[in-house]
């Protein structure tokens, strides 16, 4: 099992782009390695390489959040939340995770 408290923000990689998941946004968010290995979802600045919030880990009970966004408190939590689905996206698609979390895509 990976030790995600050792991964820092500079560690991780652009992996695979994924769709934006508010309509407001304009960061972009991808799925992000550390190493060979995908690890999670990061949200980067539109032409940068560096991730500046990431969500990472196995499973919901275990992941970590790493990095802060600054923003007016209304677009911080959009921004909060597109990740989270992300995450959930994830966690389906390439952990193979049927049964996660209680996140409304809806709201």
Same mark, same amino acid.
């Given at each position: 099992?990976?030790?995600?408290? !050792?991964?820092? *923000?500079?560690? +991780?990689?652009? #992996? &695979?782009?994924?769709? /934006?998941?508010?309509?407001?946004?304009?960061?972009?968010?991808?799925?992000?390695?550390?190493?060979?290995?995908?690890?999670?979802?990061?949200?980067?600045?539109?032409?940068?390489? !560096?991730?500046? *919030?990431?969500? +990472?880990?196995? #499973? &919901?009970?275990?992941? /970590?959040?790493?990095?802060?966004?600054?923003?007016?408190?209304?677009?911080?939590?959009?921004?909060?939340?597109?990740?989270?689905?992300?995450?959930?996206?994830?966690?389906?698609?390439?952990?193979?995770?049927?049964?996660?979390?209680?996140?409304?895509?809806?709201?």
């Amino acid at each position: 099992m990976m030790n995600f408290d !050792s991964i820092a *923000l500079g560690d +991780l990689t652009q #992996d &695979v782009q994924i769709p /934006k998941t508010v309509d407001e946004q304009v960061e972009e968010t991808w799925f992000v390695k550390y190493g060979e290995e995908t690890v999670g979802v990061g949200l980067f600045l539109p032409d940068s390489r !560096s991730c500046v *919030l990431a969500i +990472l880990g196995d #499973d &919901v009970a275990h992941r /970590k959040v790493i990095g802060t966004y600054q923003s007016s408190d209304d677009h911080e939590r959009l921004i909060l939340h597109g990740l989270e689905i992300a995450y959930e996206g994830y966690l389906r698609s390439v952990k193979g995770d049927t049964v996660i979390g209680k996140l409304d895509i809806k709201e």
